[in-house]
């Protein structure tokens, strides 16, 4: 073999060697490229595991399962109580406290604490009262205050001044035409009547350390009349409480 063969052969080994080293390492590119692929994929699916499972772990802790609920509602059902004073008056106890309703006229009133609710009385109002230690049970009011709530169909839908000069002609000095919580309201005061003069049957005597407020307005072709009453050494006390719960009643129910 002559040298010129020789340089062609080795020439041609040197060729071949670095085709199989530009293949192996062209394997190993394309398996890189593989796992590295497979690596993202399998990462991207455990992030989105991950993401899964954080979402339903928040809502599944926030929300209260319906065990829970319905546990809950047997629970305040079993804790209120309804006495029926007539076929259109309801006392419930409740977890918040006693409420006396009328179901005929859609009114009810909340039994603050250290009041108490008068039963025996007609099925067109609600009252409510507090005593004095010098007041006697059913007996006119000497010490203490008594509230109650009226309600009747206003369906001509009569604003509460055209009310008043339709049973008045005229309104009375002693009325008091106010705004509060963006409703109009008519406001009297007055002391309690006790009796009549003998010798003027027109003139009425009144009870001293007493006062009576009558709140009345008109809402939803619905005319509301609370009627305060207060007698004995501290009723102007006993007047202002009154007159704060009616405030209060307006203001959040109405």
């Known amino acids: 073999m002559c040298r010129k063969e020789k340089r062609r052969i080795r020439k041609k080994m040197i060729f071949s060697q670095k085709f199989a ?18 690596f993202l994929f399998l990462s991207t699916l455990l992030i989105l595991f991950l993401i899964s499972l954080t979402i339903g772990g928040f809502f599944f802790f926030r929300s209260p399962s319906k065990q829970n609920q319905k546990e809950k509602i047997t629970k305040e059902e079993a804790e209120e109580t309804i006495k029926s004073l007539s076929p259109y008056l309801l006392l419930r106890e409740t977890p918040q406290g006693k409420i006396i309703e009328n179901t005929k006229e859609g009114i009810s009133l909340k039994v603050p604490e250290g009041w108490e609710v008068n039963e025996a009385i007609s099925e067109q109002i609600l009252e409510i009262r507090k005593f004095g230690p010098e007041q ?19 369906p001509e839908g009569l604003s509460i001044k055209e009310i008043i000069m339709k049973n008045w002609g005229y309104i009375p000095k002693e009325t008091l ?7 109009e309201i008519a406001k009297t005061e007055d002391k309690i009547v006790i009796g009549l003069n003998n010798q003027k049957e027109e003139d009425v005597i009144y009870k001293e350390d007493s ?42 129910e109405f």
């Not at 006697?136 to 206003?154: M, P, Q, R, S």
């Not at 035409?177 to 409703?183: A, L, S, T, V």
Request: net charge positive; proline share 0%; aromatic share 10%.
């Open 21 to 38: 080293k530009i293949n192996i390492m062209q394997k190993e590119t394309k398996e890189i490229e593989k796992k590295r692929i497979t």
């Open 211 to 252: 006062k009576v407020l009558e709140i009345t307005f008109v809402k939803d072709k619905k005319i509301y009349q609370f009627s305060c009453h207060a007698a004995g050494q501290q009723y102007n006390q006993y007047i202002q409480e009154c007159e704060n719960l009616v405030k209060d009643k307006i203001k959040y």
């Open 136 to 154: 006697t049970i059913e007996t006119e009011l000497v010490d203490g205050t008594v509230l109650k709530l009226y309600a009747k169909e206003n």
């Open 177 to 183: 035409i106010e705004e509060f919580n963006g409703i």
